[in-house]
């Protein structure tokens, strides 16, 4: 989490903000913001801001540093400072109400909301068409990938509170998307062949058939050196024997050995070859 100053070309703060989120720092990122904010990035112009990060632990830790910064920098609402601000902060990054999550739903859905005009999404869509910006979160830069990310993300997960939560949040929500949205996406993979499935397109396209067999060729030799390699095979295996020993697998595999799971399982497989025949 960061606490984050926004700093014209002289070096003066004009905005304090708090985020979970490092892009929410960049001032090109400026939607949602005040009018008077607004107003001074035109004045000085996104490029030229210079923007001063403060690490905080805590939420709590977070939205007391961002009210004393704007305390003791001054806003010029009251006329003693130089920020924007509006408010005396501390209110950033907590949960919305169900309230307001209905209400920016709502919102969202309107075909008149600002978000929804060709030329919102064609400048989003040229955005993150641009190389510079899909440099940013492509292949080693992607901050999902870093070993860093992929180790709190895995440790959140183990957090049994955090799981437990997690599902109880999704449980119960339909999965299934309206008959509205089923329409729309129906025709948005019409007007674009790239967005097919692998179905849709196996043995019917000859260009993604050729890319497909392509990339699997070349993924051959990789592939049958990592599987010829003694050391790795027998890390495969120890890792294999070690987590079928183990009495986590040992119980969940039990759940599954029953004979009602096992009539089920043949059901469904009788079924599925029945479907193939009939389709051949």
Request: proline share 6%; hydrophobic share 35%.
């Amino acid at each position: 989490m960061f606490v984050y100053i926004w700093k014209d070309a002289a070096g003066v703060p004009f905005y304090v903000g708090f985020t979970k989120r490092m892009g929410r720092a960049n001032p090109k990122n400026n939607g949602n913001r005040n009018w008077l904010t607004k107003q001074k990035l035109d004045e000085i112009g996104v490029d030229f801001v210079s923007i001063e990060i403060r690490h905080v632990a805590t939420v709590e830790q977070g939205q007391e540093l961002e009210r004393n910064l704007i305390a003791s920098i001054g806003r010029i609402q009251l006329g003693n400072g130089p920020l924007t601000n509006l408010r005396e902060g501390g209110e950033g990054v907590l949960p919305p109400s169900p309230e307001h999550r209905a209400k920016l739903s709502i919102a969202l859905r309107d075909p008149s909301h600002p978000i929804r005009r060709p030329e919102a999404r064609a400048k989003q869509k040229k955005r993150m068409s641009d190389p510079a910006v899909r440099a940013l979160f492509s292949g080693d830069n992607n901050p999902a990938k870093k070993p860093e990310s992929r180790k709190k993300i895995k440790s959140k997960w183990q957090d049994t509170d955090f799981r437990a939560m997690m599902i109880a949040e999704r449980t119960g929500k339909p999965k299934n998307f309206s008959e509205e949205d089923r329409a729309r996406r129906a025709e948005t993979v019409r007007n674009n062949p790239d967005m097919k499935s692998w179905a849709d397109r196996n043995g019917k396209d000859p260009e993604f058939d050729a890319k497909r067999i392509a990339g699997i060729r070349a993924s051959q030799n990789k592939r049958r050196e990592k599987m010829s390699d003694p050391e790795a095979l027998a890390r495969r295996k120890a890792k294999l024997k070690a987590t079928m020993a183990s009495p986590e697998y040992l119980a969940k595999r039990k759940q599954f050995d029953t004979p009602e799971y096992r009539a089920k399982l043949s059901a469904a497989k009788k079924a599925y070859w029945e479907k193939r025949k009939a389709g051949v």
